[in-house]
């Protein structure tokens, strides 16, 4: 299932393009830009199983870094500040990687 049909293309390229340059991306301003932060429950949920590539019940940090290729195949990798401020914020049991649950408490924070 695509992003695109949770979010609309319009809101997904305003948040890809709200985070262009390198260490400009938080994910909080990205989920309220993109529009994922008034889905339902269910839908952060789907969002999260995207995200997911290797469909452990986790997102890594090797996944973390390819976030915004999730959204658009053209966005760019986000940097190793960024990606482990990213799991930092979102990882609530320090496991190193972030589960269903810690992705939608940080979504609806």
């Known amino acids: 299932m695509p992003l695109s049909s949770l979010l609309s293309a319009d809101a997904i390229a305003s948040a890809i393009k709200d985070c262009q340059a390198p260490d ?9 830009v993109c529009g994922l932060t008034k889905k339902t ?8 199983g995207i995200l997911d590539n290797d469909e452990s ?4 940090e090797e996944e973390l870094k390819f976030f915004l290729q999730r959204f658009s195949p053209t966005a760019r990798v986000l940097t190793d500040t960024e990606t ?11 496991d190193g990687r972030i ?6 408490a940080m979504v609806q924070s």
């Not at 400009?24 to 309220?32: A, E, G, I, L, V």
């Not at 019940?57 to 890594?60: F, L, M, Q, T, V």
């Not at 589960?99 to 939608?104: A, P, R, Y």
């Open 41 to 48: 429950a269910q839908d952060i949920k789907k969002v999260f």
């Open 57 to 60: 019940g986790y997102i890594e």
């Open 84 to 94: 482990k401020a990213f799991l930092n914020t979102a990882d609530d049991d320090s």
């Open 99 to 104: 589960g269903v649950d810690e992705f939608q």
């Open 24 to 32: 400009s991306f938080c994910p909080k301003r990205f989920f309220q």
